[in-house]
């Protein structure tokens, strides 16, 4: 890939601790929490918005709120945003685009879990109302599906991630590593 890959801003999707720890870990959590880490580190440093989203769920779930499994594994620096959500798509019912609008933010990059479900379903509405959206392949994860129906095979939770980017379609920008992504502050006009 030759074209430059550039955001204005970084949005962390779920990335809690019952899901990257203990026995409610993704498979791939090591390689993930290296890729968010990296991301977070070139994104401060450069200045731009970061925006960690929070899933809450529901009454005895592990990631129900108030609880250690729901806390943000990487803690926000002051001037960071958490986006609370109790649904797959982080703008749903949520103050985020206003905070991207706010920001100036165009193009972002997205990471966390799960690949098929809140990062998925983020992303989509992230392109849809215009935003470009930058997918870093070893920035999000998910787990194993189990079989299914009919006798289907279950698949491999790196397989079913990949399906998941792959679902995204043409318009979002997938790049191999984490460090692939640039974060530039945009120009106020």
Same mark, same amino acid.
């Given at each position: ?5 550039? !955001?204005?801003?970084?949005? +962390?999707?779920?990335? #809690? @601790?019952?899901?990257?720890? /203990? %026995?409610?870990?993704? &498979? ?16 401060? !440093?450069?200045?731009?918005? +970061?925006?960690?989203? #929070? @899933?809450?769920?529901?009454? /005895? %779930?592990?990631?129900? &709120? ?124």
């Amino acid at each position: 890939m030759d074209e430059v890959v550039t !955001a204005d801003a970084l949005i +962390v999707v779920d990335v #809690q @601790n019952a899901f990257v720890s /203990g %026995a409610e870990a993704v &498979p791939a959590h090591a390689r993930l929490l290296a890729a968010v880490a990296t991301l977070l580190v070139n994104a401060r !440093a450069s200045g731009v918005p +970061v925006i960690f989203i #929070q @899933n809450d769920g529901p009454a /005895g %779930a592990v990631d129900e &709120p108030h609880t250690s499994g729901w806390e943000l594994h990487f803690p926000p620096r002051p001037g960071e945003h958490v986006v609370r959500k109790e649904v797959d798509d982080g703008f749903d019912g949520t103050g985020l685009n206003d905070l991207l609008t706010a920001s100036g933010v165009r193009t972002m990059a997205i990471c966390g879990m799960l690949s098929e479900m809140c990062l998925a379903a983020t992303a989509r509405t992230a392109m849809a109302i215009g935003y470009g959206v930058i997918l870093p392949h070893d920035g999000h994860a998910t787990y194993d599906v189990p079989p299914g129906p009919g006798g289907s095979e279950g698949v491999q939770a790196h397989l079913a991630a990949r399906a998941a980017e792959w679902s995204l379609g043409d318009e979002v920008v997938i790049v191999p590593k984490a460090s692939d992504v640039s974060f530039a502050r945009r120009q106020a006009s």
